[in-house]
């Protein structure tokens, strides 16, 4: 296993579960950035905590983001709001791994609402286990993403 940067991001829904990964990657040699929520409140919102991760990702080239709520979606299209985020939506291994093989998703969005633990940490060791596969292909469409990004 690699040693990655990963920063990390949740609301309220997604809070436990943070706390259950913060605790994993980092026994597993991660250098883990926690980006919050810092504790539990039913009322806060998922959007700031997921452009501040979505940034630090974008900041620091090589690193993954990962986003939790309840079921992933708004996590995911608030991270993707910051300029350089792919983040994608897993919601089985094989979703988790084709983010980074296909697409270079450099944060992975999860829906902690519709996994056990178990099944979230599988997500997350899928994603950061998988190589980009630098396919042409993919890499063509990469490109066309962020040329739209960049107004080109
Ligand atoms: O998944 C989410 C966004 O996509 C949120 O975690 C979810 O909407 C929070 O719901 P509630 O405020 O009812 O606990």
Same mark, same amino acid.
């Given at each position: 296993? *690699?040693?990655?940067? !990963?920063?990390?991001?949740?609301? @309220? %829904?997604?809070?436990?579960?943070?706390?259950?990964?913060?605790? @994993?990657? *980092? %026994?597993?040699?991660?250098?883990?950035?926690?980006?919050? &929520?810092?504790?539990?409140? /039913?009322?806060?919102?998922?959007?700031?905590?997921?452009?501040? %991760?979505?940034?630090?990702?974008? #900041?620091?080239?090589? =690193?993954?983001?990962?986003?939790?709520?309840? =079921?992933?979606?708004?996590?995911?299209?608030?991270?993707?709001?910051?300029?350089?985020?792919?983040? &994608?939506? &897993?919601?089985? *291994?094989? *979703?988790?791994?084709?983010?980074?093989? @296909?697409?270079? /998703?450099?944060? !992975?969005?999860?829906?902690?609402?519709? @996994? $056990?633990?178990?099944? #979230?940490? =599988?997500?997350?060791? #899928?994603?950061?286990?998988?190589?980009? $596969?630098?396919? /042409?292909?993919?890499?063509?469409?990469?490109?066309? !993403? $962020? #040329?739209?990004? $960049?107004?080109?």
């Amino acid at each position: 296993m *690699t040693a990655m940067r !990963i920063h990390i991001a949740a609301d @309220h %829904a997604g809070f436990e579960l943070k706390t259950v990964l913060v605790e @994993h990657l *980092t %026994a597993a040699g991660h250098d883990v950035v926690d980006h919050g &929520a810092p504790g539990y409140d /039913a009322t806060d919102d998922y959007p700031p905590v997921c452009f501040d %991760a979505g940034r630090a990702v974008v #900041a620091e080239p090589g =690193s993954l983001g990962i986003v939790l709520g309840g =079921s992933g979606n708004g996590e995911q299209i608030a991270a993707n709001k910051v300029p350089g985020v792919r983040a &994608a939506l &897993a919601w089985n *291994t094989d *979703t988790a791994t084709l983010a980074r093989a @296909h697409n270079d /998703a450099n944060v !992975i969005a999860i829906g902690a609402r519709q @996994h $056990s633990v178990d099944e #979230a940490i =599988s997500l997350v060791e #899928a994603f950061l286990a998988e190589p980009f $596969s630098g396919d /042409a292909r993919h890499q063509r469409r990469i490109d066309l !993403i $962020s #040329a739209f990004e $960049s107004g080109r």
